[in-house]
Structure formats: C-alpha cells, structure tokens
C-alpha cells in the first residue's frame, strides 16, 4: 500500500490501477480497498448514469477522497493537537482539501469513500470529521510504512473503528483520577517536605501513572504475568511508589537517612535505585513487576532490560513471548541522542535478541537538561528510531490520560498480538528545571512562562468530570485532602526509622549466594568432572549426524579433535566445549554472544557446522542427552554496549546459568565503557546487586597493530576493588575449563573477565590432558616447574602469551636459574599464594614483573599498587598513549629488547 501513500492528484491514476485488479480478482487487494470498490460498484449500477458515469467527475472525486483519507492516515499526525503546551510546527502540504483536488462545494456530496475508513457512504464532511477524530486530536500515528498489510490493516481498522479513543465507563474515568490523585499528590508533598531536594519529579507528566496501571491490567487480562522496567531518573520515585507499591515510609526515609541498615557499601541515590514486588491488579491477577536500578546514563539500562526480560522468557515461561512484557521509558532527548537506543532496537528482532516486543514510552519533556528540542536532534521527531524496525509510533497529548490510557492498552493488544515494539511518545512538560533546584528561565523563559500558568494534569481532568456530572468539586476536594492525610502519616512513621533499608535486586533468585569477603577466594571449589562421561561428551560433539553433509573441512575438524582425545591433547578450544558440555550435562544452562562466536573471531570453537548448500545449522552441544539444560550460542550484530547490557541483564535473571559475551577484539570492548563502569564494576556497591556474566576478550601482542592487540587490562584492573569481579589472563586450557565449571559451581555470583588467547589457540604447547580436566582444579598461580627451587636466582613474575615467549628464550639461552611464574588470576589478587611461590625461592637476588603491554598500562600499575612490599623489577614496553605499534618489525624489535632484558643479555639465539 506505500505506492497510494503519498499527497497529491497523481495518485488518483494509481489507485485507478487498484480498481482494475480488483475488477480482475476481488480477492487479491486489501479487504479496506475491496469494501471500497465493493460499494463502489454498488453506486455504479444503482445511481442513474447522468449522476454517476463511468469517467464523470464524481468518480474522479471518489478517488480524491481516497486521496485524502491516505493523506490523513500518512500525515495526519503532523497536525495533532498533543502538545499541551505549545503550538505545533507548521507542516506543507496541508490537509485542506484544495490539497487533494476537492472542494467545499463537495462536502455534502455522499462518497463511497466512506467504507474505506468503516463508515459506510458518508458525506465528505462525516469522512473529514471521523479522519479527524482518528488521526488529529489527542493521539497522532505513524504506521504505514510497516511492511506487513495485515499488521497495517489490523491496526488501521482498531483506530478508524474506534476513532482513536474509548468512552470510558464512569468507574474507570474515577479510577484514572484517582492514579492522577497519586501522582500529584505525591509529587506536591514531597516538594513541600524536601525544600530544594533533588528528586526529578513527574511533574507535568503525570498521566504517565495511570497509563502504567492500564498497561498492567491490559496485559495481565492478555495473558502477561510479569513486566520488567527499566527507566532513567525522571518520575521513577512516583513510580516506585505509585506503581511497584514501594512504600511511602521507605522513600520518604531515603530523604531523611543518613545511613544504610544492612551489608551495601556506599549505595546510590533514591532516584537511581529499583525495586520489585508483586502486585495485585483490579480483576484479582497477580502480575510480578521489576523496575531495574538505574544509573544516571539515561538509556544504560536499556538493553539489560530487553537481556532479563528474555532471560525470563526462556527460563521461566519455557519461550512463550506472551506471558512477559519489557517496558521502556525513555526522555525525548536521550531516546533521540543516546546510541544505544539504535542498538537495542536494531537486536529487538533478532533470534538470540527479541523479547516479543517492548512497550516504549517517552516523557517527552521538548527540552534535554537546558537543550531546546530543535536542538537536539535533526528528526522530526524524537521516536524516529522506532522506523528502523517499522514500529507503530502513538504521539499522545499528556494532558487528556484517556486518550494515553486508550492508545497503551491498544499498544499492549499490538505487542501480544505481533510480538513487535510499539513506541508511545508522551508529549508533556517539565515543570522545574533539570531538577527542582535548577532555575529553567535562564535558558527557556518563553516556554516556562506557558508551563507556571499551565495546570497540572490531576486539576484538568477532574475539572473535565465535574463538568460532566462523574465527581463533584467536593469529592474531589476531599479525596485530595485524604490522599495528603495518608502521606503525612507515612512520613511520620519514616521519621522513626533509624536506618535507611535496600531491598537487594532480585532478592528471590540472590539470597542463597553469599557474598564475597576477602576470605572468600581462599576456599578450594570442586570443578571436577567424572572422566568417562567427559570423554564421552567429547565424542558426542564431535560426531556429525550422518543424515546431514557438511563441508568437507568440518569432518576433517571433527576428526582432528576426535583424535585429539584419542592422543589425550586437548586444545584451548576442545577444553572449552568440554567446559559447556559438562556444564549443560549437569543441568546448567550456557549462553555464548558475540560477534561471531559460532565459529570464533580466530576459527578455533565451531560451536554450530552450516549444512553444505543450506542455512541450517547444528549444534552438537544441543545434542548431549535428552535431559541436558539449554546451550545457545549466538552471533550478534557489531556493537558492544548493547550486547554487552543485554548479556549483563540476562545473566542476572539467571544466577544458575553460565552466560558469557564475547568481544571480537579485547580492543573493542571499551565501546561498551559505560556497562563495565555503571554495572559490573559497582553495581554491587551501589546496589547490592549480584551477576555471574563472563566476559571473553581476546587479548595479546602479536604484532596486529594499536586495536588488535591489548584489551586494556589497566582499565580493568583499575575499577576492581571490595572483591567486585574476578580478571583472569589464562595461560591453559585446563584453567579455562575450571575457571567456567567455578563460576557456576561455587556460592558467589561475580562477573569474571577473562583475556582470552589469539595466537596461542593453536599454541603447540598450550594443551592439557583429559585428566588435567576431569581431576584438576582452578590455579591461580603457576610456578615454575623445571629448575631445583635452590638453583633460582632471578624469579619472573608474568602472564599470558608472554609466558611462552619467555619459556622459549629460556630454553635457548639455557638459563636455569630463572624460574618464570605465571600469575593467571589477576583479582582478587591471590597474595597468599604469590608469597608462598616466593617463599621456595630463598636463593633469589631478582624478582621482575615482565608484561608485553607499555609501562603504563597492563597489570603493572596494579601490581605495583598492590606488591610495592616486593620491590618488583618491571621489564615492559615503554610507557605510550597508544597500546601498539603498527609494523610488525617494530613489534619483533620491541619484544626481542623485552627478552633480552629479562634475560640481561645482548644476543638472543
């Protein structure tokens, strides 16, 4: 239908074209256009020929009208009246009718057009007056550029038939005031009792509120048990209180305490945290609601909400889209500036990705801190990026709640019915500046004079039901007085309360785990696994199905790590298989995302084969036993903030699965900044918020130049504190493998962050044996095996590839008195057991900290912070802005000058 979308007399012939295929084939049109020329038809064989023939204007006339009700059904959302407090942009062409070659000599005329739109034959006045009602009062739409007709027509005939909008019982008209009573209220006594305290009020959107509980109660009647929230700062107290049913004592105490009740360390501001309860809603259905805590990156928790929400999905409601909704809420000026958004909705279709649709909703404030909004962006409007993946976009005026109530259980029907987004743009104010201490008049004094006249929405509608006869003034009065009354009482009791208490996140799934003390990581984790069941497991995978062909090279693959279990030799990436294996034979779930984790940056894992001439792809860890939990692997689209957000979030619905991102490069993980700073770094501390996610990031100097060779492991190092994380640089396949098998197998949930190998992949030294599997544990530290202890005089300290750098110079230059130790659990920094390495070594003169990174960045400023008792040497690259450089015989003359220090000799063999 886009080819009849477009304003203008030149469509009339294109729509003649319509006309004559369905003379062809009824039944080969949209049924919209066939009830058109069904009763088009009709008027040609029963009105006399001089009034209707066959070519006369008033055919031509019916396409004119057809004309327009596609231009009000494609443009009429660009003369709305939603703005409560200013007036709309001017838009050309108009939606007058010289704009489509009518007249208002023809707006008594009786046009066929009518039954396009479901009203039968109407004057061109009634079909003027329904379009309007329809597309250009409270609520605008953009929808037909979606591509699917049924979508558009299903859509199309809930808006026309119902002319956007719902005569609402007078109950349900009491009941939204009574949410608007809430929001309010709330929001009045809060800034009476907190004088100049920041709280980032929803003032001036509060219809947000009762839009929130129509979307509960919508969904839970359609089948939705539970929702998951994620929102910025603004309005999230109203919502914590109004919605999730916080309790008013708790967030009043937030503004009086001074400090916390139980184990969070530091905490965070009350806008910033979140909640979850289970409510129940009007009918008696009990609906679970999380709102995600929040840092002041306003679209951070976008993607970690769309990650829960689909971790939820497949765990708890066995895949089933319909029985959990995530819901968005967005600021105009972050939906419109944050590049996130673009990510998230660019994964929200995506197999390893989609939730089943999001509800987005936009407190559209037209103004981002002190920026006007035509400044701050180039779009016409801030939802445009709902058009990259062709989402309906309702643009509702925040002061009439029935229509937002309307059209948000109308997007919650469309996202049960489509499993597809839906973006609701609020068009509302702000009534303070950024926040209530900040003065807005400095930069937007024309709009703040409009908003300090303008009533707030609660005052608007009950004016609206006095004036039809639902509420008395009195009534309203009172209920307000009572409502005030209530909050008094709570605040009272917050006064009393000593301490201020968090509800840990997910307190449900968490309160098993304990949480990591420094003692912690002392204590021995049994990662074993029975031997004849691991080797078989090797076997399992790495046997193809024989109704399938696959490309030669797989089954020479397959053959070779086949024979690798035959030599007892296993590889980095067999130790790896061998490690999810285990796992999901054990009944824990494995997720692996990255940009191309199926197969691997470097083409070692092959965790699902392509069927030669087809799609299709098979997954051998799918394949273990009929009673195994689940194993996904999945590429991702190319960025890294949202996949990263969106594996955090998933990981942390499930504590009992091992769900791991992958970066292409290390290099490339620093894209997603504002996740390793806001979330797994501190989130604990902040929140009291556990997560296990695992985190691959290949990493070493191989000559591939600045952004292929570091992951930044300073970084890193450098947000690790209070035992947050674990920061791994792993040496053996054998540590890989107890290192995944601990994450899941111990009582602690903390993200692990692993620099993955490049070139020792393929390492002929870097290889294990079955046994080292199945009957090993996780190393920390790996000593030096091969020299008598009293024989040492120069211990290196070191990690990673260059251990094997080291290794072999040693062994060339014969330098037994070296002894080269390997430090493979960089945090917690195991210090006990670096002591007790060092304690063998009584005949040592030298210890040296050896790194292929530059002096300033890899583990060396950790290690000095934290062993300056131990007087380390450091031999590294010299200190530089840039990780790497870029020719390769500069890279061999830099790594030769390391060896040749460590070894304090001219002449490398």
Known sequence: MDKFSQVGNQEIASIEQLYQSYLENPNSIDQSWKSFFEGFEFARKNYNQEEVPGNSSHVNKEFKV????????????????????????????????????LEKSDLKTIFQAGNNI????????????????????????????????????????????????QDFAAETRKHIFYHLKLAVGFENYIHKKFVGQKRFSLEGAES???????????????????????????????????ILEKPYKNIFNEFLGKEYEDDISLGDVKYHLGFENEITTDKGKHVHLSLLPNPSHLEAVSPLVEGMSRSRIDSKYNGDFTQLAPIVIHGDAAIAGQGVVYEVAQMSQLKGYRTGGTIHLVINNQVGFTTNYLEARSSTYCTDVAKVNRSPVFHVNGDDPEALVYTIKLAMEFRQKFNADVFIDLLCYRKHGHNEGDEPRFTQPTLYNSIARHPNPRDIYAERLVNDGIMTKEEVKHEIAAFNQLLEEKYN??????????????????????????????????????????????????????????????????????????????????????????????????????????????????????????????????HISNEQAPFHVFNSPLNEYGVLGFEYGYALAQPNALTIWEAQFGDFSNVAQVIFDQYISSASEKWGMMNNVVLFLPHGYEGQGPEHSSARIERILALTASNNMQVMNLTTPANLFHALRRNVKWNYRLPMIIFTPKSLLRHPEVKCTIEDLAEGQFMEVIDNTTTSPSEITDVVFTMGKLYFDLKKTKEELGQEHVALVRLEQLYPLPIEKIEAVLSKYKNAKRLVWAQDEPANMGAWPFIQRYLSNLNFEVVARPASGSPAGGLMEQHIKREQNLLKQIFKTEVLS
């Open 118 to 165: 479901g009203i039968g034959p109407s004057t061109l006045e009634k079909i003027i007056e329904h379009l309007q009602a329809t597309y250009c009062n409270s609520v605008g739409v953009e929808y037909l550029y979606m591509r699917h007709p049924e979508v558009v027509a299903w859509l199309q005939e809930k808006m026309e038939s119902s002319r956007n909008g």
């Open 493 to 622: 009791q917050a006064e009393m309360m000593e301490k201020v208490n968090i509800r840990h996140f997910l307190n449900k799934e968490y309160n098993s785990f304990d949480i990591a003390y420094k003692n912690s990581f002392n204590i021995e984790v049994d990662t074993t696994f029975d031997k004849a069941q691991l080797l078989d497991i090797g076997k399992q995978i790495n046997t193809l199905p024989g109704d399938l062909k696959f490309f030669k090279k797989v089954h020479k693959l397959v053959g070779d790590r086949l024979k690798m279990l035959e030599k007892n030799q296993m590889d980095w990436a067999m130790a790896e298989l061998l490690a999810y294996g285990s796992l999901v034979k054990e009944g824990y779930p494995v997720r692996v995302s990255g940009q191309d984790s199926e197969r691997g940056t470097f083409s070692h894992r092959h965790a699902a084969f392509v069927v030669e001439d087809t799609d299709m792809r098979y997954y051998p860890l799918k």
């Open 208 to 242: 947000l509120i009762p839009a929130l509980d129509a979307v509960i109660e919508r969904g839970s009647e359609l089948g939705i048990k539970e929702f998951i929230v994620g929102m910025a700062h603004r309005g999230r107290l109203n919502i914590l209180a109004n």
């Open 66 to 101: 057809l004309n327009l009700i596609q231009g009000y059904r494609q443009r009429g959302h660009l003369f709305t009246q939603t703005n409560p407090v200013r007036t709309r942009r001017k838009y050309e062409p108009t939606l007058d009718l010289e704009t489509f070659g």
